[in-house]
């Protein structure tokens, strides 16, 4: 069996990414009257802040949807040949 069909058949797992300068979460606001979007922020308050100003402007905009985005590393998990066992303390 080659070494491409053991690791295809391997267990893998689906963490958050913890590594060194990993994004956490990003917030985001889109206007469901006209799809406008907010920028994106590592706070809540940024977008929330936008979805007020736009209606502020646009008296009808007053539906938006707040969008999440996490993120998350797929890495071999015990069992799979990739797997390497942390280092013990």
């Known amino acids: 069996m080659s070494r491409r069909a053991v690791i295809r058949y391997a267990t893998w797992a689906l963490r ?31 977008p929330e802040d936008w979805a007020i100003r736009h209606t502020a402007r646009q008296h009808d905009h007053e539906k938006f949807r707040a969008l999440v985005s996490s993120f ?4 071999p998990a015990p069992g799979n040949p990739l797997y390497e066992k942390p280092a013990s303390r």
């Open 16 to 46: 958050p990414d913890r590594t060194p300068g990993a994004l956490t979460l990003v917030y985001m606001m889109e206007c469901m009257t006209r799809l406008d979007t907010s920028e994106t922020s590592n706070a809540p308050q940024d």
């Open 72 to 75: 998350v590393r797929v890495t």
